[in-house]
């Protein structure tokens, strides 16, 4: 006989051992697995089937392959049919046990507890061959036994085994037979009312409800602790709110914005309402932006309020230019206003106008534009106008700006100048853009000076000038005169034309004039040009003279026409003339000469007498030689026998030749020694 499939645990207590036996018990169940912890703690998985908070738990019949899993140290208690108890120990090295591992060492004759009788629950005490007491689809036979119910749908029956007296969970008793009860019933007192649940289910008004949602379930209260997200309500487990922040067991305590806590769920607070405490329009606390709450009501914001200026408590605290709060909104200022605290009273006025006493008066229309403040109305007036009482007023024609006393000018107009408050016309010989309008012209064209902010005609005689007397001048006019101290003296006519400047004078005089003092004096009568005015100052000479040693001399008067040159003197003479430091000597001047050259000195061509041309020069020839009379004669005259001579010495010739039969010796000629002898014949 099979009895895993027969028996019945029950769970009587987990206790500690270190602590009080039978503590609470807290367990889950997930398919074939029982798992237990302390009341403290939670089941492990969200996806387990049912769990309880009780010390005692009773299970129908299970499979033998159920695993029961303990992390605490403690004892289980099973107790099993045929009055057997079993105890499961755990520990920290043993936490899991499965229950067949056990019922599977129990004996028949132990799990009938002596008891000799077959399916017997109980027997007599006085003999264990008649039975009390059958297991659950016997019945007791008139012999004492038990015999299995021929329904198989009774837990009890009678007769012979037809007539059912109890019924299995799962069923009830319908006249003598078993009928099923609704799906999640336990027990059940017909197919409509249940009485007691399957584990995972509760009892709520006769029907078994599966237990969603849920981490503690009981099958009489339903359920007491509910999932995250989830609160009680009428023995089962409801979605929170979508709206709710804060939910618990009891529902939601505390909703998001624009929702309120309506019994265990959230409630729609009226639009542009974001706290409320109910559904009505008066309970507002809080509105949205834009709108403010009065008496419990949110009312928009004045369109005309300045953005983020509009609060809950007070409305529009500010609104846009051109109005003024007044009763949580805004009104209208004057249409002149910008800004006003009231309709009547202004505080700030439009581009265009100023305040004034409270009220905007516009600006006067000549003032310059972006000149005419808030408070102080027109500031700046435009040229011609002056400004009094906050407006301009024209100035007189002739004035660019005045004051209004006496209307007197306080500047003046390009081209004028301003004295003793009146506007007066620059001066016409007053230097381009040099006419100041308050210091009137301050440089005169040349020519004229500055008096009294005007200009005034210099002397003739100056160019410039700081007044008006000729010893006043400043500069003189160019070419024409130069300054002297502050007198302008007038260019030397033998000044060279546009040579006068007038900070230097003259620079270069006419031909026989020399500068002296700015000026030109007369060179020495002789004198072309001259650094003064001495004979021996002369620089160039004029055409028939010469400059020599600084003077000009007078070219000879017998120098070819034109070939006097004023610096070399003569390059040319007249024949029987050469030309010799500057002026021109007779060819005769060279000794014995005849002719010579006209352009070259000391080139004779042609001697006189007997002399003849050597190396430009007049000599004897060889065979004569040149007396004390500057003639030439022979040479035996001198040196007896003599027939060449060189003429060394004038009358000291000396002998190159003899005639023979003489011969040469230390340049005489001496007798041969031979008798014959020449006779000069």
Known sequence: MDLSQNFKIKIVAFFDKKKVPKTSLFTCCLYKTIMCFKTDQKCSSSSYQWSVDRSELFLGETESDILIICDIETELLIQIPYNENL?????????????????????????RAGCLVSNCVSCMDSNFNVCKICNDGYYLTTSMTCSRCKNTT????????????????GQYLNGTICSPCNANCKTCSDNINCTDCNIGNYLFNGECLVCQFCTNCDTLRGCTLCMDGYYQENSGCSLCDMNCLTCGQNGCTLCKSTYYVEGKRCGKCTPNCIYCSGPNSYQCSTCESNYYLQNGTCFLCDQNCVSRKCSDEFGCTECEPGFYTHE????????????????????????????????????????????????????????????????????????KTCNYINY??????????????????????????????????TECISGYYKENKSCLKCHEEC???????NTDCLSCRDKV??????????????????????????????????????????????CLTCSNNLYNGCLTCGKGRYLNNNQCVSCDENCENNMCDVVNGCQKCKFGYFPEEKRCSPCNKMSNCKTCSQTVKYQCFSCEDRFVVNNNQCECPSHLYQNTSNTCDECYNIKSNCKLCQNKNNNNPECTQCFPPFELKEGSCVECKTISHYNGK
């Open 463 to 469: 160019l410039t000038c700081d007044n008006g007397a």
């Open 87 to 111: 105890i499961l120990k755990f520990t920290k090295e043993r936490k899991n046990i499965v229950i067949s591992d056990y019922i599977k060492n129990i004996t028949p004759t132990s799990k």
């Open 154 to 169: 009774c837990k009890q029956c009678r007769g012979d085994g037809n007539e059912c007296t109890a019924c299995n969970n």
């Open 408 to 441: 007197n000018c306080t500047s003046c107009y390009e081209g004028t100048y301003i004295w003793n408050n009146m506007c007066l016309s620059c001066s016409s010989y007053c230097l381009d853009n040099k006419c100041d309008p308050i210091n009137g012209c």
């Open 328 to 399: 949580y909104g805004c009104a209208s200022c004057l249409s002149s206003c910008k800004t006003c605290n009231g309709n009547l009273s202004c505080t700030s006025c439009k581009s265009g106008s100023y305040l004034d006493n409270g009220f905007c008066n516009l600006c006067d229309k000549n003032c310059i534009s972006g000149k005419c403040k808030d408070t102080l109305g027109c500031t700046e007036c435009p040229t011609n106008y002056y400004n009094l009482d906050k407006q301009c007023f024209i100035c007189d024609s002739y004035c």
């Open 481 to 526: 005169s130069y300054l002297v101290g502050r007198r302008c003296i007038l260019c030397d006519t033998n000044c060279v034309q546009n040579k006068c400047t007038n900070t230097t004078g003259c620079t270069l005089c006419n031909p026989h004039y020399f500068i002296e003092n700015k000026s030109c004096s007369p060179c020495f009568r002789t």
